[in-house]
């Protein structure tokens, strides 16, 4: 069975049918990339899924469990995650703490606990500690942990968006454009860490991206989406050599 399996998804806005009769399988531990030109409906996709949007057709299921109709709190406690194109941390927060907060989602002191300073507090502090390091480690972010988030410089605030939704110890983490505004460098040093992070905890990672160099560098399949439906699907050398694929999205 696939993690996640999706079927005739679609939602219309008004009159604009922004998502049509989309099915996509992905396996579990597979690097999956969506890719299509501007307003094609990707971004939309991670909304659906992430139950910001409620389909009006189709199926979205998470091993086998049903997602529609949750609420997004429901559905990042089931187990997808997600970064937004515009980076969406707390800027006025250090970066450890930044990563404490997505770990909320697994571990919980109570008020009485933590008001009092009782010995549990301390515990579940201390393990949240240890766990938002070894997830900066991964990003390379440890030596900044007691910076603030806002004084990162941007390619590093897109790292640590990533380790953010890793916290929250996700079977499916979505990244949207992970690497807009970063430069080669930046870029190919994320190509490295996605691989790491989808090798290390074994998740499943569904990618929008622009830059093709990521998507034929990391991705094993594609979806390609041209006005909210499938264009093509497959391994990148196949799906990006396709003549229709070439023609819509790089408009030759
Ligand atoms: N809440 C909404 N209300 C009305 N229209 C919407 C809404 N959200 C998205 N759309 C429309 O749906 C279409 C798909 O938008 P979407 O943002 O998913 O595209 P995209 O492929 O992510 O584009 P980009 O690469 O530019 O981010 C667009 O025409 C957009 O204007």
Request: net charge neutral; glycine share 8%; charged share 25%.
């Amino acid at each position: 069975m696939a993690l996640l399996e999706v079927k005739n998804l679609g939602i219309s806005f008004g009159g604009l049918r922004a998502v049509d009769n989309v099915n996509l399988s992905i396996e579990k531990g597979q690097l999956y990339g969506l890719i299509g030109p501007n307003g094609a409906g990707k971004t939309t996709i991670f909304n659906l899924l992430t139950g910001v949007y409620r389909p009006t057709d189709g199926t979205i299921k998470l091993d086998g469990v049903d997602m529609v109709g949750k609420a997004p709190s429901e559905i990042c406690k089931a187990g997808i995650a997600r970064t937004f194109q515009n980076i969406r941390l707390f800027k006025k927060m250090s970066v450890l703490d930044n990563v404490k907060t997505a770990l909320h989602n697994q571990k919980e002191y109570t008020l009485i606990s933590s008001f009092f300073h009782l010995p549990s507090y301390f515990k579940v502090e201390k393990e949240m500690n240890e766990k938002a390091m070894e997830i900066l480690t991964v990003f390379g972010l440890e030596k900044e942990a007691g910076t603030l988030a806002s004084n990162l410089p941007y390619g590093k605030q897109r790292k640590l968006e990533i380790a953010r939704g890793l916290a929250t110890n996700p079977k499916l983490l979505l990244l949207d454009e992970p690497a807009a505004g970063m430069n080669p460098n930046e870029t190919a040093e994320l190509m490295d860490t996605i691989r790491l992070v989808r090798d290390r905890y074994q998740i499943t990672i569904l990618l929008i991206e622009h830059d093709m160099k990521l998507v034929t560098g990391i991705c094993e399949q594609i979806l390609v989406l041209n006005f909210g439906t499938k264009l093509a699907a497959g391994i990148p050398e196949e799906v990006l050599n396709n003549p229709e694929v070439v023609t819509a999205y790089l408009g030759e």
